[in-house]
């Protein structure tokens, strides 16, 4: 069955990019209202901005939203995946401000207000997104899949010069809440030769390396009381997949492969997915099928330790 959250969660903090201050209010809505964002900062013509792929824009750095109005939420990832993560399928998220707080830099705060509230079923089912056969996208830098599996299940492969980050793998089943346990309290990173030439373009002015992002810079790391996992930077990059998959509407049944990608290249991966209708199905979602997504009895039939 579809879900929300039992309360309101209120979040407040301080957006990465813009260094702009920011409340959100999480609050439960009806079966098929999907993840919508409303800007309470603005009065005038239409503030809401649904979560959905089709609403992206093109932002290296962070995932974006704009509505037709050209109303936006910036930084939107990490709570898309926190919600994802713990089977959250309809909320209202009220923002009074462009971008989303970035707090730890991770899902986990969020994740831990949802527990905290709680998740309610409701009395519609859920449908899913079959993957039928695999697209692909790929640029110079790296590529990205989605291929046909009975549940999400993720590969993520990363690659960078510095020896403190090198080359890092992992494979993960999103089923029985490996979301919470494996995945939601790692944080943003970035390498320290970025931060200045982000901050030059008016990027990550609210980055605080290791309160809000890892920073690398060689064998050096800047992390506040260390790395929370000695591959914390992959574990994040399939965070932020699986917050950018979750746009697409409705829980994918397929084997996502992402090998050096971000942002920009997940988003590309939907709009090739939904452009190739053989390769793909939306299908209403059996028991055997939902026991198997990401949120699976996470915050309903068991509180699921927080890292
Ligand atoms: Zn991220």
Not at 134 to 152: C, I, K, M, Q
């Amino acid at each position: 069955m579809q879900t929300t959250i039992r309360s309101a969660a209120t979040f407040t903090g301080t957006g990465l990019h813009s260094g702009r201050p920011a409340t959100i209010v999480l609050r439960p809505a009806p079966a098929g209202h999907g993840v919508v964002f409303r800007r309470t900062d603005i009065s005038l013509g239409d503030t809401r901005v649904p979560a959905r792929w089709d609403l992206v824009d093109q932002s290296p750095l962070c995932t974006r939203i704009v509505n037709r109005a050209g109303v936006s939420v910036s930084t939107i990832e990490h709570l898309m995946a926190a919600l994802a993560g713990c089977g959250v399928h309809n909320a209202l998220v009220e923002i009074d401000g462009p971008e989303v707080p970035i707090l730890d830099g991770s899902s986990a705060p969020f994740v831990r207000g949802i527990l905290a509230t709680g998740v309610r079923r409701l009395a519609q089912p859920i449908d899913v997104i079959e993957i039928l056969s695999p697209v692909t996208v790929e640029t110079a830098g790296g590529w990205a899949r989605l291929s046909p599996s009975d549940g999400l299940t993720m590969t993520f492969h990363i690659d960078f010069a510095d020896v403190a980050i090198g080359r890092q793998t992992r494979r993960l089943d999103l089923a029985n809440g490996a979301f919470v346990r494996e995945l939601c309290d790692s944080r943003t990173f970035c390498r320290r030769a970025e931060v200045e030439a982000m901050q030059a373009n008016g990027l990550a002015l609210g980055g605080i390396a290791g309160e809000n992002a890892v920073v690398f810079d060689g064998a050096q790391v800047e992390s506040g009381a260390g790395l929370r996992h000695a591959d914390e930077p992959v574990r994040h990059k399939m965070l932020d997949a699986l917050g950018d998959l979750s746009l697409a509407g409705a829980p994918i049944l397929g084997h996502y492969d992402g090998h050096k990608a971000g942002h920009a290249m997940t988003n590309a991966l939907l709009r090739r997915l939904f452009d190739t209708p053989r390769a793909w199905r939306m299908r209403p979602c059996d028991a055997a099928t939902a026991a198997r997504l990401p949120g699976a009895g996470v915050g309903i039939d068991a509180v699921t330790a927080v890292a």
